[in-house]
């Protein structure tokens, strides 16, 4: 809790309230230093194995024999079964918090088939089922999340200060608890930008839904690569960006 001051309607009071929390971790392999991600202090575990995973340093949880976590040191140590060469050239990405990619390159993905259809509908509850999941950004705002569903129900919900580590943590919850991402539907409450598309796209998922807007880089990628976009997504209305996994029947 944080004590602050604040101005409502011409009156000053101060209040006590939650302040969205990030901190630094640095991500050691096998000993040697990766990098840091600027994160929430929370699922880092998931963190940690979500963004190995989706930068090719790993392609399981098999390959990971320790991993120990330090929340005082702001450290994550993993140990793998098999030497790797860590990638080098970093890509400063667009995401809050001054996302890091190397290896996420559109041209060795290869375009989705996927016969996933979802109703407007179905997309609209869900992300109303995200929201309601989201349990740090209603105890103190600025903070954002991120969900893997069907068309039925919520599968796995993260929340982090950074939107693309809370598709990192997605990634994570779903390789600790053996849930398949292929098929399924990427919810988040920021912006699609194209790194983040291009994780979905990695996880094999073929619908992105968000509150907000994608860039126009990322609409791009989404026709490259045969994934549907939907922004703005409200009770009653939305934008189809890309895709045809839309189902629009009896929407005239």
């Excluded at 230093?33 to 090719?56: I, N, Q």
């Excluded at 929340?71 to 990638?87: M, N, Q, S, W």
């Excluded at 790194?195 to 026709?223: I, N, Y």
Aim: charged letters at 25%; one cysteine or more; proline letters at 4%.
């Amino acid at each position: 809790m944080r004590t602050y001051f604040q101005v409502r309607g011409g009156r000053l009071d101060e209040v006590k309230g939650e302040v969205v929390r990030e901190q630094p971790l640095t991500i050691y392999i096998d000993g040697a230093r990766f990098l840091t991600l600027l994160c929430s202090p929370f699922d880092l575990e998931a963190l940690v194995l979500g963004y190995l995973w989706m930068e090719k340093v790993i392609g399981s949880l098999d390959e990971v024999t320790a991993l120990r976590i330090s929340e005082i040191d702001g450290r994550a140590e993993v140990e793998l079964e098999h030497p790797v060469t860590l990638p080098t050239e970093r890509i400063l990405t667009s995401g809050c918090g001054g996302g890091i990619t190397f290896r996420i390159d559109p041209r060795l993905f290869p375009r989705l088939q996927s016969s996933l259809r979802v109703r407007p509908a179905a997309l609209v509850d869900r992300m109303a089922d995200l929201v309601a999941a989201s349990v740090h950004y209603h105890a103190s705002r600025g903070i954002h999340g991120a969900a893997l569903a069907d068309r039925a129900r919520i599968l796995l919900a993260a929340e982090d200060v950074g939107r693309h580590n809370a598709v990192d943590k997605i990634k994570g919850l779903a390789l600790q608890r053996g849930i398949p991402t292929t098929d399924r539907i990427l919810l988040s409450t920021g912006r699609v930008s194209s790194e983040m598309l291009l994780k979905a796209a990695r996880m094999g998922v073929p619908v992105v839904a968000s509150r907000t807007s994608p860039t126009e880089m990322a609409v791009a990628l989404a026709e490259q690569l045969g994934v549907t976009v939907v922004g703005y997504l409200r009770s009653g209305r939305l934008n189809l960006y890309a895709g045809d996994a839309l189902d629009l029947s009896g929407v005239s």
